[in-house]
Structure formats: structure tokens, C-alpha cells
């Protein structure tokens, strides 16, 4: 058994939010390996903005103003190489989640502790890792993506082909403003039955038509946590998704896949390692094409069925948060 220390200045959270929010990309990943460490065996602790110290399974939870951090064996420190030197002992880990530059590195002054713990870095992907500038100094590079985590390794997916039912669950940044435009002027003519379900806040959505919701079939919600997420991804046929040049792994789009959900997306990023083209999903280069496979998706059964079949084989195969976890020990405990 290994002691593992996070530390992370990112947000205010702990092991329950996961289960009461909705939650970002970094906060989830945290949650679910660290709880993944502890399912192994690992004595696991948190240092971050949580409110107060506690225990949530096996996984403890301590404020970042009692840093140092105690002894470990591995300390992992989320972006920021600085917070290694809240750190006493270990083995040294900067868990990278998005891309990172020279300029960015030297401005925020990352460079002096990477020179002074020779920490090694961890990439969610090829992309990912291609942002890397080879002058940064870290000590080893390697790769390990995120996990997929419940409930959509187990949720129960769609059995018949749903509604023309399309869906947006991420951030407005991943090209929301596109799919609006596009499901104005090119899907929602093809298929006037549709309807887009947009997971995002309300005040984030601006230029949409008063009527938007009566005439173009487009409903706007706050995010939700992701056990609701999960059923409402199984009542969707596809999802649509531009995504952001600098997507570094994009958790909405394999939670969708596991779900059974194909995406459509410009590939934009880490999209082009998250979506087979023609397989679970396409990648379509321009918005014709984009909105070409959308309207194809929403009425066209057997088009769906075998991309909704190929994404469930997916699924059947996809790296649990204990298979990273593995990998980890793998790569820094063994």
C-alpha cells in the first residue's frame, strides 16, 4: 500500500460533490482516480479549497491552508508545479489537463519548481502531449487518458432508436454558437420534429430568437449532475459537438459514447481520438457537412443503429477508472 497525496488550487470540492453538482473535467477526474487509488488499497489524501477536513470512500479530504502536505509516496499535483512545494516527500507527478505553453509557464512561474523537484508529467493523450513545448523541463513524459466513470459504464443505454432527440453537454466554448446557428438555418428545417437540448446555463446562451423554443425546438437547461446526465443521454439520439482547439480528452464526448450516443464533431482537439469517423460518429471538416451527418443521425435508423451498436463495443472496452489507476501504479509505484 502506497500513500498518495493530491494537491489542487483549482476549485472548492470534495468526494460528495460529484454526486450533488455538476462537475468540470479536472474536479471529476480527481474525484474518481483518487477514489480509484483508495479502491486499490492506497491511503489517499486531498489537499484542496474543500470547506473542511473529511473522509468520503476512504479518500481524505483536508483543506489546502493545512499543507505541508504529509509524507507520501506519490505526490500529484494538478496543473501546477508550484503546489509541489506544499509537498514534504514523494514522487513527483504534474497531472496536466490543458494545454500548456512556454509563455503561459514562464509568466505564471512553473519553471523553477519543475527545475527544483524534476517532476514528471502526465498527458490525457497524443494531442495533449503534442502541446507540450520539448524546452519544458520535466523530467519524463508520459501518457495516461482519464477513465470513463459510472453511471455511464452501467447506466442502461436506448434499446430502439430514440426521437430526433440531439443533445450539447459541455461548455459554450466547444463551439455552442455553431450548432445554434447551424440547427437554425440547416437541421432543424430538414427535421422540423427535432429538438436540441442544450445543457448549459442559461445566461451563457445569447443570439437565440424568442421563439427559439417553440418554433426551432431548442431547450436550454442548467447542467446537471451525472446521474441525470446519463438518462438524459440515453434518451438522446446524437450528440452535437464542435469542440475547442484546445480540447485536451473532452469528457462529454465519451460519456455520450458510452452511453450509445454518436457525436458529431469537427474533431477539433483530442475530438479525433474520442469519435471514429463513420463509425461512432463523424467528423465533418465544415458546417455542411456537420450539419449533413446531424440530419442524417436524427432520421435515419439504420445509420443510427450501427453507429449506436459500434459505440456500446466501446463501451464493452473502455478504460475503467481502475484500469487508469493501474496504469498509474504502474508507471510511478512499481
Known sequence: ????????????????TIHTSPLGGIRSATIQLAEAFAARGHQVKVYNLCEKKLCYNDVEWIPLNQCPASAADLVIAN???????????????????NKISIEKFVRRRRIFPLLRFR????????????TCHWLIPFSGRKIIPHGVGEPFISAPTASTPPKPRAI???TPSGGLDAVLKLWLSHIHPAVPDA?????????TIG?????ADKDH????????RKALLAEELRRSRV????????ETFCFAAAEAISMGVPVVTRGFGSLVERVQDGVTGFVSPDDQSFAAAAVALLTDDALWRRQHAEALKVRQTASTWDDRAAEWEQAFLD
Do not use: C
Request: proline share 6%; glycine share 8%.
Open 1 to 16: 500500500m502506497a500513500t498518495i497525496v493530491f494537491i489542487d488550487q483549482s476549485f472548492s470540492f470534495d468526494g460528495s
Open 79 to 97: 496543473s501546477d508545479p508550484n503546489h509541489l512545494r506544499k509537498a514534504t516527500s514523494g514522487k513527483y507527478v504534474v497531472w496536466l489537463h
Open 119 to 130: 517532476p514528471e508529467a502526465v498527458f490525457l493523450g497524443p494531442f495533449h502531449a503534442s
Open 168 to 170: 450539447y453537454t459541455s
Open 195 to 203: 429538438a436540441l437540448h442544450v445543457f448549459a446555463s442559461n445566461k
Open 207 to 211: 443570439g437565440l430568437p424568442s421563439n
Open 217 to 224: 425546438g431548442v431547450i436550454v437547461h442548467s447542467r446537471v
Open 239 to 246: 450528440m452535437l459537438y464542435p469542440g475547442h482547439r484546445h
